[in-house]
């Protein structure tokens, strides 16, 4: 059944403003607008009722009898769709997933699984927020956040993903054009991937030859790029060699897209980790359901 007659519904919202505070100046500054904006919607609304809903003066406005008996019905009417609002805001709030991590594990580890989850959790919502400028990971306004940790946070709760492990990486085709760069020393024959990233704690080309006790030989030439990303990318389309996590690109590694041209491989203490705040309101189903589906997905694909 059609629902009329109905008056213009800003109007009731401006009206409603106005006869609260018994003024159309403080309405139209509550609202946003204008106060000659609030007068013309309440003089909508009268044109519209054929009634006066407010007597005027130069300095006040006062509802009329019509117009009081009729703000009671449109406040308790407004209330109640605002507390309706209010209320389904909220179950979608209590249905949405707000995760954050950094650009590198958005598009290389994450993303690529999120279908996977919303085909399993069709009523949930996720918000995936993607940041590398965290210098304190418990000032995250978020459920969940993914990152690769030198040193676990003390202040969040950690659950370990996958260790780190670092080695070499190129396309295929690349590896055909430079047979024989199987060794430490016939790296430097390569053009190297490097991370250009002054905020980032992950190992360099460098860091990586020291910590593997190997004098680290210049390289061919090398492309410097502000993004892990970006740098694998750079990788998968032949244009040199890169260091890859082994958590991040396991999908390329297991299709063939990259391979590894030396057994090379560095294993350190540092890990990617779930962060979660602490002392915080009881968990969201929502947000249980999401931890246990990716500790779920990576007890199958990764030895965690």
């Known amino acids: ?20 505070h018994s003024s159309f100046t403080v309405a139209a500054r509550e609202l946003n607008v ?19 809903l407010f007597t005027r003066t130069t300095r006040e406005i006062n509802l009329t009898a019509a117009g009081s008996q009729y703000y009671q019905s449109v406040r ?3 209330l109640q769709v605002a507390q309706a609002t209010a209320s389904m ?27 996977e989850f919303q ?11 993607a940041t590398d400028q965290v210098s304190d990971f418990s000032r995250l306004d978020c459920d969940l956040a993914l990152y690769y940790c030198s040193t676990p946070p003390q202040n969040m709760k950690v659950t370990p993903l996958f260790n780190e492990e670092i ?18 020393e016939r790296l430097g024959g390569c053009t190297w991937l490097w991370l250009e990233d002054q905020h980032r704690d992950w190992i360099g080309w460098r860091e990586w030859f020291q910590r593997l006790g190997h004098p680290a030989p210049e390289p061919r030439r090398r492309i410097n ?19 890859a996590w082994s958590g991040l690109l396991s999908d390329h590694l297991q299709t063939g897209k990259l391979v590894r041209p030396t057994h090379a491989i560095l294993r350190t203490d540092a890990q990617f980790c ?29 030895d965690i």
């Open 76 to 78: 308790d009417t407004l």
């Open 89 to 115: 805001r909220h179950w979608q709030g209590k249905q949405q997933v707000s995760v954050v991590t950094s650009t590198a594990m958005a598009s290389l580890w994450l993303l690529p699984l999120v279908s």
């Open 1 to 20: 059944m059609k629902l009329q007659p109905l008056p213009p519904l800003n109007s009731l919202v401006a009206f409603e403003a106005a006869a609260r």
């Open 34 to 52: 204008t106060q000659g904006a609030i007068s013309r919607q309440v003089r909508l609304l009268e044109d519209y009722l054929g009634n006066a």
């Open 167 to 184: 080695f070499p990486v190129c396309s295929p085709g690349y590896l055909e054009q430079h047979p024989g760069i199987e060794t430490l």
């Open 274 to 302: 779930l962060l979660e705040p602490k002392d915080r309101a009881p968990t969201k189903h929502s947000v249980n359901r999401f931890r246990q589906w990716l500790m779920t997905h990576l007890a199958k694909t990764i």
């Open 225 to 243: 790029i502000n993004s892990y990303a970006m740098l694998i990318q750079s990788a998968l389309a032949g244009q040199g060699i890169a260091l």
């Open 119 to 129: 085909h399993q959790n069709e009523e949930i919502d996720l918000r995936i927020i």
